[in-house]
């Protein structure tokens, strides 16, 4: 089964440093999503990747796909403290038109100030 | 900007206990989903459903489970007889295409 995971499981690093979290998946995808969650709250959606895509830029956020090493990494540029969440990788599988998301373990990402 | 909600934020129930989970998806949507987290765990996927009816479901969505979408904005998970097991934290999602927008979830207490 097509499963996102995550490395590393936890990062800390200075404000305004870059973050870069991977994510690994095993089978074929439509898309890629990555999702925020701060702590002990809800997903918040970041930016979806197609599989057809290779990068895409949101902000400070840069995500890549690489469909033939079935990766993908979410780089957060200068970093702030309100960053510091859970980032988690989505993989779908589209069944009849819905959508199945399946999540990784996530990043622990933590911004010191 | 719309938002998914969903009440309670937070239910205890005693096991054995009936619990209705309650969501409003954003208005234009066609697809909803439920997901659970359990603490410290991955984030699972339970159920879709569209056009009425369920789409998929996954191993966790037994028959204590069922969804229903009774009138023309609630989106309800109803667990018929809750476990200890069941005590996680329950995310209503919906969406028109592939970007899934979650609500901020139920945690749901089993004692």
């Known amino acids: 089964s097509q499963q996102g995971e995550e490395d590393p499981q936890a990062l800390s690093i200075q404000e305004g440093e870059n973050a870069t979290m991977n994510c690994s998946y095993k089978t074929s995808i439509n898309n890629l999503q990555w999702y925020r969650q701060n702590s002990g709250r809800g997903l918040v959606h970041l930016i979806l990747i197609r599989s057809n895509e290779r990068e895409k830029h949101s902000g400070r956020l840069r995500v890549t796909l690489d469909t033939s090493k079935k990766s993908s990494s979410l780089l957060i540029t200068a970093s702030r403290a309100a960053d510091t969440a859970s980032y988690f990788c989505a993989t779908d599988s589209i069944i009849q038109g819905a959508q199945k998301l399946v999540f990784g373990q996530g990043t622990r990402l933590t911004i010191n100030p | 900007e719309p938002e998914v909600t969903q009440t309670p934020s937070h239910q205890v129930t005693q096991m054995g206990q009936e619990v209705i989970l309650r969501c409003v998806p954003i208005s234009n949507h066609l697809y909803f989903y439920w997901y659970r987290q359990i603490l410290g765990q991955k984030v699972e996927f339970l159920v879709s459903f569209y056009n009425n009816e369920i789409s998929e479901k996954s191993e966790i969505f037994d028959d204590q489970f069922s969804v229903e979408r009774p009138d023309g904005s609630n989106f309800t998970l109803k667990i018929r007889s809750t476990k200890l097991e069941d005590s996680a934290m329950y995310f209503c999602?919906?969406?028109?295409?592939?970007?899934?927008?979650f609500g901020p979830g139920t945690r749901l207490t089993v004692t």
């Open positions: 999602a919906s969406s028109i295409h592939y970007e899934q927008y």
